[in-house]
């Protein structure tokens, strides 16, 4: 037999007053971790100097990148006036990596940024939508993953001539099908999920289910695929030039530095191969921050 | 007879750098061959922790351990590699709720059941598979030599099951563990699969602890229950007594709240609440928050297990109380 | 479009809320050439069902039964390859009848509980805002709904409107389910398998809130579920599904009472029994509920049933009345040439 007691106030006092906590929302989390890690910190801070300066190029009190020089051609690394020396025609090297920066870098997000754009709309759409129209869209971009990506780049490239809007151009034909891909495929995962059929149920709008439900959820894993492609455009871009196929000289930008300074290598290696470290830091910073997104994004909360 | 599994105050607590999970506040029992001991509890009550801790299959670096688990006299938690992996699949084998993921895809189930018996029992390739077709015969599945050659995406789930069955007895293990086993078979594939696993356990004489949330099934299989609740066991006694004479609150709000014919028309008794977090460990009993018998007493220290008579265990104050006579 | 307004009763009581009639979906099984590999899954054939009002219709059976195929049929998140609806007297998607939007207003459904049944991005209060905002409700107002639907399942607004999913346990995420189907004030709510995932004694808690929010609010309940029990305390009728088709359907007190189908009773044995002196000892019947792909010929359960004969492959049983219930067997059809059955 029960002994009567007080059992309320006892439930009571036992129940722990739930804490009405502070947003614990997945973007501030996610930031949160980020926040935490490292290796993305480092990069980010290398990335942020990198861009900065680049922007800022023309306040920095540098050198003329295109001021040449018959006599003081090739000069090594840590000669007077020229920190990083000179290239083949005499231009400041770290004067024409730090405005290399500016072009290359542009070269890398701005495609990146438009194919997200157009590759995300399409490839969102045809997950949502299904059937014929995800057909249509996507037997499409097979067409074009047929290809591997530098060769199309190279062949666009080459059919619409060399200067940077086109090479602008041709990368972001040959992003659009992969990002494409990645959103079709989230967001055919996303639509699956019981929390959209009971918000088709609702009777709201495709536009305003796509907008509420599905975006916040796809978005994530799409914008880290993106950010990885941001170091393999750098590269793309710098090997179109270095073919002679992007920017024209006598533009600074570092693939085609690389291909300008070849001749150099018997004379000065390490010279000629800074633009390269340029390009390997950048990208790597690029794929290491990507990287450190996914994880932190990877959590079940 | 002897026992086969002596476990003695197990704690198992997973630590990570978010937080503490005290999953297992100290559990004892035994099981001895030929008997089912049914394991009944809600999520979080850490019965398939405890299940998987006989097999050590939590994650080292993640889990700490306490207590001891013996096998035969064998101490596991502190045995060595080599010895933990003989023991596994050949001394004591387990079946889990997915039986999809328990087997290899790329892999006909016959491979994977002879290739188990030739690696433990060390027969020839020729022996190993027409053991594994006895064995398929054994649990029941039609046209056995065909079988063989199945993958196990070409079975169906009451198949599989089955199979994984198989695949378990397969080196005559002393002692089964069973992790829900039927929990994601339909109902008559479910009673099948249960009425099997209670044949081979006579056939074969092993122990058995059934892991269930289900009280039915735990009724259809056990010799006795026990009731775990955040970690530890509340209750625990031969089913017929915990079926007609349950002593823990918790245990008499399960039962009382577990739907079945005859309550049609009446209200539910729900047991509030929920299940406490087990990140924090209480100062008295876990269960005292959504307790309807609650004291003064049941929150400054936690109730031991004390026998109340025909091996019947209960970890509750009123019990104590009323093994002393004190309560009316 | 309106203020949200509950949608008021047209037909009277006698007229059925809902009627559903020779309802079919099929799937196309993908693979092969083209993406056709011209098998199907006949998920659900030629089913008819009506609903009162008021009443809790409880649809049983297994996996590949279909049932959860119907749920999605009656509430339109899926288009039937063939048959018709009509909801309260008002055909639904036809020329003079009401759209599907508007069905939507009406009829609305409680999921599983599950990683996927609540928007992990968003806020319950969030969720529960979506449907009243999308319909055209001023802010504000939605706001007060959020509060009131959480009221009304239990969960103290102030403390569960800026929580996310991942923060509450199995029975408060079903309880923000049912406040969702609820936020239009239908009149009808079809639950799938809406206590299922959840412990049994949360279980208990959310039946009794299921029955009082039915009293409360008018409700008419479609109950779907594998778990005999549960639908057999809800129901007022009871309809038993098998590869598609229905094979049983009449009151709870018929069905649990006086089974007449074959697989009806067997699934009722099936049920594990609650006294240990009395355990089953044999399983009722064998083997595994078959592929809805290709089923068998004539009586789908002839592959499975102890008194199958020729006739049950020759010709499907129509479901027939007989007097308590409607069952699909021959073996209750007079004159249908098996052994078991009446003389004509």
Known sequence: MAIQSPTVDIAAALVRPTVASASRGYWPSVGRRLRRDPVTLVCAGILLLIVLSSIAAPLLGLADPYKTSMIRRLYPLGSPNHLLGTDELGRDMFARLIYGGRLSLFMGVTPVVCALLIGGVLGITAGFVGGKVNMAIMRVMD??????????????????????????LSLTLVFIPPICRVSESVTTQVRGFDFVDAARASG?????????????????????????????????????????????????????????????????????????VMIFITSICFNLMSDGLRTAMDVKA | ???????????????????????????????????????????????????????????????????????????????????????????????????????????????????????????????????????????????????????????????????????????????????????????????????????????????????????????????????????????????????????????????????H??????RLEAIPGAPPDLAEVPTGCSFAPRCKFVQPNCVTRPPDLREMGGSHLVRCVLADAQEAGVAA | MDSL??????????????????????????GGLLGRSGKVVRAVDDLSLSVAKGETLGVVGESGCGKSTVARL??????????????????????????VNELRRQVQMVFQDSYA??????????????????????????????????????????????????????????????????????????????????????????????????????????FISHDLNVVQYLSDRVLVMYLGKIVELGSVEAIYGNPQHPYTRALLSARPSMDPRRRTKEAPIQGDPPNPIDPPSGCRFRTRCPFAEDVCARAEPPLADTGAQAVACHMRIAGSGHSRAAAP
């Open chain 1, 143 to 168: 067409v074009f993953y047929a290809f591997p990506s530098v060769l199309l780049a190279i062949s666009l490239s080459g059919a619409l001539g060399a200067g940077t809007e086109n090479t602008l």
């Open chain 2, 261 to 266: 014919d005859g309550m049609r028309g009446q």
């Open chain 2, 1 to 259: 007879m002897s026992d086969l599994l002596q476990v003695r105050d197990l704690h198992v607590t997973f630590v990570t750098p978010d937080r503490t999970v005290n999953a297992v506040n100290g559990v004892s029992f035994d099981v001895r061959r030929g008997e089912t001991l049914g394991i009944l509890g809600e999520s979080g009550s850490g019965k398939s922790v405890t299940l998987r801790s006989i097999l050590r299959l939590h994650p080292e670096h993640r889990t700490r351990w306490g207590g001891s688990i013996k096998l035969e006299g064998d101490e596991i938690l502190t045995m060595g590699r080599g010895a933990l992996s003989d023991l596994r699949g050949q001394r004591v084998a387990m079946i889990f709720q997915e039986p999809a993921t328990a087997f290899d895809p790329v892999f006909t189930i016959g491979h994977q059941i002879a290739e188990t018996v030739r690696r433990h029992t060390g027969k020839g390739e020729a022996d190993s598979w027409n053991r594994a077709r006895e064995l398929l015969e054994m649990v029941r599945i039609p046209s056995p030599a065909q079988r063989l050659k199945a993958y196990p995406h070409e079975m169906s789930g009451g198949m599989r099951q089955r199979a994984m069955i198989a695949l378990a007895l397969s080196c005559n293990p002393s002692l089964l563990l069973a992790d829900e086993p039927t929990t994601a078979l339909d109902a008559t594939v479910q009673i099948q699969v249960l009425l099997l696993i209670r044949e081979l356990q006579r056939e074969f004489n092993v122990g058995v602890i059934f892991v269930t949330h289900d009280i039915g099934v735990a009724v259809e299989v056990s010799d006795r229950i026990g009731v775990m609740y955040a970690g530890k066991i509340v209750e625990l006694a031969p089913v017929e007594q915990m079926v007609d004479a349950p002593r823990h609150p918790y245990s008499r709000g399960l039962l009382a709240s577990t739907v």
């Open chain 1, 204 to 276: 709201a709008s495709a536009l305003t289910i796509v907008r509420v439900h599905v975006l916040g959820n796809v978005l994530g894993p799409i914008l880290v695929y993106a950010t990885s492609l941001i170091s393999v455009a750098i590269i793309l871009a710098a090997g179109l030039s270095f073919l002679g196929l992007g920017v024209k000289p006598p533009e600074p930008e570092w693939g085609l530095m690389l291909n300008t300074l070849r001749q150099a290598i018997y004379v000065n290696p390490v010279l000629a191969a800074l633009p390269g």
């Open chain 3, 117 to 222: 049944s609540l928007n992990p991005r968003l806020t319950i209060g969030e969720t529960l805002a979506f449907a009243p905002k999308a319909h055209g409700l001023p802010a504000a107002e939605a706001r007060a709904r959020v509060r009131d639907l959480l009221d009304k399942v239990g969960l103290d607004p102030a403390n569960y409107a800026e929580r996310y999913p991942h923060e509450l346990s199995g029975g408060q995420r079903q309880r923000v389910n049912i406040a969702r189907a609820l936020a239009l004030r239908p009149r009808l709510v079809i639950l799938d398998e809406a206590v299922s995932a959840l412990d049994k004694s949360v279980e208990a808690q959310v039946l009794n809130m299921l029955v009082d929010l039915k009293t409360e609010l008018g409700l008419t309940y479609i």
């Open chain 3, 5 to 30: 307004v509950p949608v008021e009763d047209r037909g009277g009581p006698a007229q059925p809320l809902l009627l559903a009639s020779g309802l079919r979906k099929h799937f196309a099984v993908p």
């Open chain 3, 74 to 99: 009656l509430i339109r998140l899926l288009k039937p390859d063939r048959g018709t609806m009509v909801l309260d007297g008002d055909p639904v998607d036809e020329p003079h009848g009401i759209t």
